[in-house]
C-alpha cells in the first residue's frame, strides 16, 4: 500500500483524511528524529558519547505507526524507535542525558546507550537479544484482554527479527488467543550485514503471517499516511476483539546498523544511493509543498530549532556529572541484601590501598 506517490501526491482513494496540521506534526517529527539522529552520531564519532543506534531512512515508519497507536495503548520497542518515544512527548533532555548515562540519566548509567523506557509514555525498556520483546508484547496485549481494558499493544522488531524462536512463539500465541497486538515489522533491508533475502526462504515477511491465522500486509513504511493508515486499522481491529494484525514496514536502514557498524563493507553505494531518493521526509515534504504549508523558509527554520533544542540538551547533559556508582547496585530488591549493601560500600570506597586490611 502507498498513498503519498513518489511525486508527493495523494492516492485519493487511500488518503486516511488527517488534518494538513497532523501531517505537519508527523513531518515535524520525522525532521526532529533525524536531526537528533544526526548529532548523536556526530557526538559518537568525537568520542563524547559510547554508542549509538539510529533510525536515518526509517522515520516514517516509526514515527507513523506511533501516531496511530492511541495514548492508552503501550509500544514495545526493539533499538530502533526512540523517535516513537519522542513522539509521545518524551523529553529530549532525559533522552541526552541517557546517552551520557549522566546523573540525569532514568536509567542511571546502568544501561548500555540507546536502551530508553518510560513507563509514563507507556513504553517498554528496550531489550537487545534479538525477538524477546514479541512475547513479552503479547503478553501485555494478553493482559489488558483479561482485564477488559481497552488497550492494545504496538510492538516494533526489524526483518532479522522474524527468524527468531520467539518471533514464531508469540504470533502462534497471538493467533490463537486474538491478543490485541499489532506486530510491527521494520524491514529495512538488512540484519546488521545480512541481507533479507539470505534470512528467510519466504517472497515476502507478511506472508509468515498468515502460518499464524493472522491477517498480513505490506505496506510502503517510506509513506507515513500508509503506515499510519495501515496501523490504525490493526488498531480498530484490536479494539473490536477481533485480534492481532502483522504489519511489513517495506522501508531501508539508510545508515550503519549502528555506530560500531561500516555498512561500506557489505552494500554498494548504488543501493544506498536508490534508496536516499525514496527517503520518507523529502517524500513527505514534497507533500506538504504541495498542499501549500511548507515553504523552504519553513522548512529551514524548522531544521534550526531542533538543531538548537539539541545543542542546549547536549549542553546541558555534558554540564551534568556522571550517574552515581553506587546505583549499579540499587533497584533490583525492594530490600537491599547485605551482600550488595557490603558490595556498594566497598565500590563507593574505591580500591583498597595495598596494605589495607579487609574489613
Ligand atoms: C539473540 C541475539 N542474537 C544476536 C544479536 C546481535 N544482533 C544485534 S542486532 C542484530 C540484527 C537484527 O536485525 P533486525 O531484526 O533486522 O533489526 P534491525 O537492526 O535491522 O532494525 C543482531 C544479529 C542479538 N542482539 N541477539
Known amino acids: 500500500m502507498q498513498v503519498i506517490r513518489d511525486d508527493g501526491s495523494l492516492d485519493p482513494n487511500l488518503d486516511p483524511g488527517l488534518s494538513i496540521d497532523r ?61 516513537a518515544l519522542l513522539w509521545r512527548g518524551y523529553p529530549l533532555q532525559s ?43 503479547v503478553g501485555i496485549a494478553m493482559a489488558a484482554k483479561k482485564r477488559g481494558m481497552d488497550e492494545c499493544v504496538g510492538v516494533f522488531f526489524g526483518d532479522g527479527a522474524t527468524s527468531a524462536n520467539d518471533f514464531h512463539a508469540a504470533m502462534n500465541f497471538a493467533g490463537v488467543y486474538r491478543a490485541p497486538v499489532v506486530f510491527l515489522c521494520r524491514n529495512n533491508g538488512y540484519a546488521i550485514s545480512l541481507p533479507t533475502e539470505k534470512q528467510t526462504a519466504v517472497r515476502t515477511l507478511s506472508e509468515k503471517a498468515s502460518a ?44 550503519g546498523h549502528s555506530t560500531s557498524d561500516d555498512p561500506r563493507v557489505y552494500r554498494s553505494e548504488e543501493e544506498v544511493a536508490a534508496w536516499r531518493r525514496a527517503d520518507p521526509i523529502l517524500r513527505l515534504r514534497k507533500h506538504i509543498e504541495q498542499r501549500g504549508v511548507w515553504t523552504d523558509e519553513l522548512d529551514s527554520d524548522w531544521h534550526a530549532v531542533c538543531e538548537a533544542e539539541v545543542k542546549a540538551c547536549v549542553q546541558e547533559a555534558e554540564a551534568k556529572p556522571p550517574a552515581a556508582l553506587g546505583d549499579v547496585f540499587t533497584d533490583v530488591y525492594a530490600e537491599q541484601p547485605w551482600h550488595l549493601r557490603e558490595q556498594q560500600a566497598r565500590c563507593v570506597a574505591g580500591p583498597r590501598a595495598p596494605d589495607e586490611e579487609e574489613s
Not at 57 to 82: F, H, K
Not at 222 to 227: C, G
Open 95 to 137: 533522552y541526552v542525558d541517557h546517552m551520557y548515562g549522566n546523573a540525569g540519566d532514568p536509567a542511571r548509567g546502568r544501561q548500555m546507550p540507546d536502551h530508553t523506557f518510560s513507563r509514563e509514555h507507556r513504553y517498554l525498556s528496550v531489550s537487545a537479544p534479538i525477538g524477546t520483546q514479541i512475547p513479552h508484547a
Open 23 to 83: 501531517v505537519v506534526a508527523f513531518y515535524k517529527a520525522m525532521v526532529r528524529t533525524r536531526v537528533v539522529d544526526d548529532r548523536l552520531e556526530k557526538l559518537q564519532r568525537q568520542g563524547r558519547i559510547a554508542f549509538h543506534v539510529g533510525s536515518l531512512g526509517e522515520e516514517a515508519a516509526i514515527v507513523g505507526a506511533a501516531a496511530a497507536l492511541r495514548d492508552q495503548d503501550w509500544i514495545v520497542p526493539c533499538y530502533r524507535e526512540v523517535g
Open 212 to 255: 499464524y491465522g493472522v491477517p498480513g500486509a505490506r505496506i510502503d513504511g517510506n509513506d507515513v499516511l500508509a503506515v499510519w493508515r495501515a496501523v490504525r486499522e490493526g488498531v480498530q481491529r484490536a479494539a473490536e476483539g477481533s485480534g492481532p494484525t502483522f504489519i511489513e514496514l517495506m522501508t531501508y536502514r539508510l545508515g
